[in-house]
Nanobody, 114 residues
Framework: QVQLVESGGGLVQPGGSLRLSCAAS????????MGWYRQAPGKQRDFVAT???????NYADSVKGRFTISRDNTKKTLYLQMHSLTPADTAVYYC????????WGQGTQVTVSS
């Protein structure tokens, strides 16, 4: 079992920045993929970014150049640094861990509004 707890969401003005964190605990495999997804009201959950245990990153086109995914393996924590936020980035952001099984966090709300 793997548990994921997101934090760092909140209200930010357009053009602002936020850093999300996802603390993982439990049976963490050496080989895994962790990522961020988001779901806006009334919409499906969309891919934002992923990072493999080998260091390979992948980003949605809508966030390239603005968001950076990273991880601290000693702290078992995944991060998403977000810059130049717009109202279109407003969503619940979910952390995902994939190895032999798939796990999701409970989500953290990000609201971009003036």
């Amino acid at each position: 079992q793997v548990q994921l707890v997101e934090s760092g969401g909140g209200l930010v003005q357009p053009g602002g920045s936020l850093r999300l964190s996802c603390a993982a605990s439990g049976s963490i495999s050496s080989y895994n993929v962790m990522g961020w997804y988001r779901q806006a009201p009334g919409k499906q959950r969309d891919f934002v970014a992923t990072l493999t245990s080998g260091g390979t990153t992948n980003y949605a086109d809508s966030v390239k150049g603005r968001f950076t995914i990273s991880r601290d393996n000693t702290k078992k924590t995944l991060y998403l640094q977000m810059h130049s936020l717009t109202p279109a980035d407003t969503a619940v952001y979910y952390c995902r861990y994939t190895s032999r099984q798939d796990y999701w966090g409970q989500g953290t709300q990000v609201t971009v509004s003036s």
